[in-house]
Nanobody, 126 residues
Framework: QVQLVESGGGLVQPGESLTFSCVAS????????IAWFRQAPGKEREGVSFISSTDGNTIYADSVKGRFTISRDNAKNTVYLQMNNLKPEDAAVYYC???????????????????WGQGTQVTVSS
């Protein structure tokens, strides 16, 4: 059974940092593009960052550019999201997602992803 298991969420104050890990089982991520999404209360789930399986290219939402870094370690079947200088507007449930590298769909389309993590909560509060 394919699973994506996330860890690293928690409660932080503005300006602090967190690192998420997303570990896959039942599938090898070396053939999958990976994205992080987030969903805040009352809002749609939105794309945060993306990393390609084929060339390692990365994409970031404008709201997180310069603060977040996505990376992957295929040997560990893991993808990471380093989040620095967290802001109150970053508070949300964060999800990792995977789709085949053959997908040509826009990276922010939720329905293009085959597997999803369970979500992990980030709270940013002073």
């Amino acid at each position: 059974q394919v699973q994506l298991v996330e860890s690293g969420g928690g409660l932080v104050q503005p300006g602090e940092s967190l690192t998420f890990s997303c570990v896959a089982s039942g599938v090898s991520l070396d053939s999958y593009d990976i994205a992080w999404f987030r969903q805040a209360p009352g809002k749609e789930r939105e794309g945060v960052s993306f990393i390609s399986s084929t060339d390692g290219n990365t994409i970031y939402a404008d709201s997180v550019k310069g603060r977040f870094t996505i990376s992957r370690d295929n040997a560990k079947n893991t993808v990471y999201l380093q989040m620095n200088n967290l802001k109150p507007e970053d508070a949300a449930v964060y999800y990792c997602a995977a789709r085949t590298y053959l997908s040509a769909d826009v990276w922010t389309r939720l329905g293009s992803y085959d597997y999803w993590g369970q979500g992990t909560q980030v709270t940013v509060s002073s």
